[in-house]
């Protein structure tokens, strides 16, 4: 019988469905795709994009044409619910879309509760898009005058946009910038000690500032205050705190985890709701809590796409493994990375080229598929 298989969100847990539409397809199936951008951004080379190492157009994968090419429906919007006992997935538009199995990888965001009243050239760090924009306004007030770029966060990502600011601003600004790091009581804290100290060292070694002296409190346009009621005056401010998983599954009543993300079984599935599967960041993956890096979105991939076809077909699901420890490299933005593998550590040129090429590998792979 034919079904309709709905994608929402093209991202990285998606990739190898995304690559095999023509086969459900061949098979008579209808497959729709619902995304709020015609393309989906690569992550891990967000922030050499933002420092001017890739451009836009190096690390992200044409969804739309990918979709549309082998006969499935594109449709550009965001989901906002799910009504799960009649298999309609909601759109922010207003507009239903049924399916008979739907699989969510809408990835996560950068939760906005700090920003009080306007907050004009404030970016959050996710969606990966929203750093051309930052780049644009960045280069625009660095052909100026002297800039101050602050970063809110503590973790890798507020290290990599800090790093890569000053890239930018160092090669492409006419002006110098003086970048600083809010990152709460402890930078890098989820880290081991020589992992904190090398990112730390590289920034810090290039004049960047970490403050540890408290959280944030407040944001606004052109201004940072701590909880100790402490202000201090920025130009652009990157929001790097902690990603959350969509509120959409907690809106739809669907299970979900402590954090709000759809609670999955080994199967990449929803228990109570066996064709609903999903992968990437929007998951609780019930076995195991994991990190919400792209290593296990990347790793979900061939176990989603088989369930996907197994379902339809009626044939056995395959559970996932989550697999062992994952490599972590760091793009410190000098042209250096910071690598961490179990207890090996190492920084320098090295670890950024071995990132490079992973990070260029991992796109043309997808590349190849918009060509075909
Ligand atoms: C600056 C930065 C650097 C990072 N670097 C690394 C790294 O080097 N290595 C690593 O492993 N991890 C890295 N991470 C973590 C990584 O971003 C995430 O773990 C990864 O993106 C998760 O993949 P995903 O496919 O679940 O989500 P995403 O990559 O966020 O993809 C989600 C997709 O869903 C779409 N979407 C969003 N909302 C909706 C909606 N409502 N309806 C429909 N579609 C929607 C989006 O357009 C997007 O295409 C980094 C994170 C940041 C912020």
Redesign the pocket.
Known sequence: MRKHLVL???????MVTLANLHKFIEKGHKVTV????P?????????GMLGRTYTPDDIRFF?QHVVEKQGGTFIL????GVDPKKKKLI??SGETVSYDIVSF??????PESSITGSARDVFT????EK?IDAQARILELASRKEITIDIVGGG??AA??AGNAWRLTQNYGKYTSRIRIFAGKDFMSRFPVDVQKKVSGSLKRRGIEILESGYVDKIKTGEIILETGEGYHADIIFL?VG?KP?P?FEKSHLPTGPDGGLLVNQYLQCSQYPEIFG????IYFKNQPLD???????RENPVLYHNLMALIEGKALQPFDPGGD?L????MGDGTGVLRKRRLTFGGRLAFKI?DYI?RKFMNTFKQIEKK
């Open positions: 929402v969100g093209g991202g990285h847990a998606h619902v995304a709020p951008s393309y989906h951004y690569y992550s891990g080379m967000g922030p969804t919007g965001k989901a906002v759109l922010e990888n809408v990835g996560s965001y950068v760090v996710k969606p990966i750093l890798p990502s990599e946009i790097a990603v969509l959409l992968g990437g960041d929007c919400k890096v792209g290593v296990y979105a990347v994952y972590l490299i760091f793009n990132k990070d």
